[in-house]
């Protein structure tokens, strides 16, 4: 049976310039015709249904806050009872990075797992990687690809992350009931509201790792294959 996994993409920049059903639209059209103009995350889910994966899609063309489309969704990713990797317009993997992400959230469905993948900063002149790897490290095989534990409370840049089934759940049943807003008629959790504490600003994807995943999830970063951000390379092995 071919392994199902909801993917989730924000196209805001193409949105602005277009319009946000344009935009959408535009990224089907690319989807049934790539090629080399399409854009990087586009590329990364030809790569996706080349391994045999079938998608479930879910672009926002509209979302002004980032936190704000995020938490939207994984509200759509938890109705749709698969997995769900989260995918920044301008990231692009290789098939190797692509498969052992696609791996690590449906095969071990026993632990709770969040992969992410590092990146480089757009900045090509002095690029920062957008996590912080352990110096005392864990690492675990699978498939041939490489993973790193990361401490609990740590993450990163949120360009492309995997959740399996088990770590959403826990995720979900974690959350402040507090932190809700309604959207589109729906009450939906704000898992990825910033926070301001102890004089330190969490964006939306660091204050997700620090206050929104539990102890319970393992969090992990891929340490196989290549990244591009925004045209800035990373060959994850060299971590």
Known sequence: MKRRVFVSSSV???????GMQAAVD???????????DSLPFVRTLVKLRNLDVELALHVDGGATYIGMARSRAFHEAMKSGLPW????????????????????????????RVVLVPYYTRDAASPALTVTLP????????????????????????GMVGINRLAMQRIHDHADPELTWFD??????????EKVEDGFWY???????????????????????????????LKLSTL
Do not use: W
């Open 12 to 18: 805001y920049a193409l949105a602005h310039q277009i």
């Open 26 to 36: 535009d990224v089907m059209r690319q989807l049934d015709a790539p090629g080399k």
């Open 85 to 112: 990797i989260s995918l920044d317009d301008d990231i692009e993997v290789t098939t190797d990075a692509a498969a052992a992400v696609v791996d690590a959230i449906t095969s071990d469905e026993s632990v709770a």
């Open 135 to 158: 110096i005392v490290r864990h690492e675990r095989e699978c498939n041939g690809a490489r993973f790193v534990t990361l401490p609990a409370g740590q993450g990163g840049g949120f």
């Open 184 to 193: 589109y008629g729906e009450r939906k959790l704000a898992l990825f509201y």
């Open 203 to 233: 964006g939306e994807d660091n204050s997700f790792f620090k206050f929104r995943v539990p102890s319970s999830v393992t969090v992990e970063a891929l340490l196989t294959g290549t990244v591009v951000h925004g045209g800035v390379p």
